[in-house]
């Protein structure tokens, strides 16, 4: 069309820059043996479990393949108040909410939360869809520098408005390292700052039965929200919010995401229903999961590969330069390491990585010969 052909201009750019995406080819519905897949987020290897499958057949039967209509109309079913209330018992709240999504959580509550003559204080590498929710929002946004309190103490000290807003992750999803909550929740409390916490990636891995760090911590009193996602150790699909009833009260009349969209499908209810009785039987399976990741991490670093400082079962190899992200995550694709290059804008320019995420169906042995091929063909490549 005529009026799209400035389309072509900037796809050309994004070319010349090594930063065009372009879906991957179609992933097997069961990945051949010779494939490893480090770019899943089922971190539990749930997503296949008969269990799980079986329950969210049988949610499919009784509850039919939609919920129909938003919450606030006819959509609200049995499934998903036996799911919040399951979350929030997981969680240590008194009350969850359910969205479509994460990106749908993050989007709908934090403009509930703030708006104009509001100051909203985030960490620097936050997920793009807080900084979009912030954005939506109209407050003002001040960004932290990562993992730092006394920064944001002295951006609290000096910001003026109505009400303040912190925001930061438990778990960091492109660096894998992990957030110093309790000093970053007890300077927001100090300034009398509301906190939003992003817990996508540490929901099932991080403290007691996978509850996260927020619950590990014993900092549910202070943290107003506390987020998380369906999607990727639960195994299922959508996301939540943990809170106050109050709060559960007020978000359901204020979050625009819920309000005016669909409640989540009966299946995918009963998956995630499923994964947390199942984590609740293997209560060990997120420590056994974060020792194997941080014996994956020492190896490459003893090689003398950049991995960060993470402490999850998220590791990435900082490459720098796009194009070397490029040509090594396509050399390990062809070693049978499914693995994807990730560029700015996801990451800050200059930290061009393959980002290897660990799960439980990766065996120590597994994760040995993947480390040496990984070294291999990083040395081959020139980067160490």
């Known amino acids: ?14 070319s010349e820059q090594d930063l065009q995406r372009q879906l991957p080819p179609e992933t097997p519905p069961v990945p051949r043996r010779t494939t490893v897949n480090f770019s899943s987020n089922d ?51 008194p009350a ?21 003559g509001d100051v909203v204080v985030a960490d620097r590498l936050v997920h793009a869809s807080l900084v979009d929710s912030i954005l939506l929002s109209g407050a003002r946004l001040l960004r932290f520098r990562h993992n730092d309190p006394e920064h944001l103490d002295a951006l ?3 910001s003026v408005g109505r ?19 309790k000093e970053v929740v007890s ?14 990636h540490a929901t099932g891995i991080f403290g007691r039965e996978g509850s996260g760090l927020v619950c590990a911590e014993s900092l549910c009193e202070s943290v107003n929200i506390s987020m998380g996602t369906l999607s990727k150790a639960l195994a299922s699909y959508g996301g ?6 109050a709060m ?50 020492r190896r490459l670093a003893s090689a003398g590969l950049n991995v960060g400082s993470g402490q999850s079962q998220i590791v990435p190899l900082i490459v720098g330069d796009n194009q070397n992200a490029l040509v090594l995550a396509e050399r390990l694709r062809r070693e049978g390491l499914l693995v994807r290059a990730i560029r700015p804008p996801t990451v800050p320019p200059g930290t061009s990585r393959v980002r290897f995420s660990i799960t439980l169906q990766m065996s120590p042995e597994t994760l040995q010969e993947c480390a040496d091929i990984i070294i291999k063909a990083a040395q081959d490549i020139g980067l160490v």
């Not at 009400?163 to 909550?181: N, Q, Y």
Request: hydrophobic share 45%; glycine share 8%; proline share 4%.
């Open 1 to 14: 069309m005529k009026n799209e052909r400035w389309i072509a201009d900037a796809l050309r750019q994004l």
């Open 43 to 93: 971190y539990l290897g749930l997503r296949r479990n008969p269990d799980v499958i079986r329950t969210a057949m049988a949610y499919l039967r009784r509850f039919g393949t939609s919920a129909g209509a938003s919450r606030l109309l006819s959509g609200s079913l049995e499934c998903h108040r036996e799911l919040e209330e399951l979350l929030a018992q997981f969680k240590g709240y």
């Open 96 to 116: 969850s909410l359910l969205f479509g999504s994460g990106y749908l959580a993050n989007c709908g509550v934090v403009p509930a939360l703030v708006g104009r």
């Open 156 to 158: 609290l000290d000096k």
């Open 163 to 181: 009400r303040k807003l912190v925001v930061t992750e438990s778990v960091f999803s492109m660096d894998g390292d992990v957030a110093p909550l």
């Open 187 to 200: 300077v927001a409390v100090r300034h009398g700052a509301m906190v939003f916490v992003d817990e996508a």
């Open 240 to 245: 939540f919010v943990c809170c106050s009833s």
């Open 248 to 297: 559960k009260d007020f978000l359901i009349n204020r979050a625009r995401t819920f309000i005016y969209s669909t409640a989540l499908p009966p299946p995918a209810a009963g998956a995630a229903i499923a994964a947390l009785k199942w984590l609740k039987r293997h209560p060990d399976a997120g420590s056994l999961l974060l020792r194997r990741a941080s014996l994956f991490r």
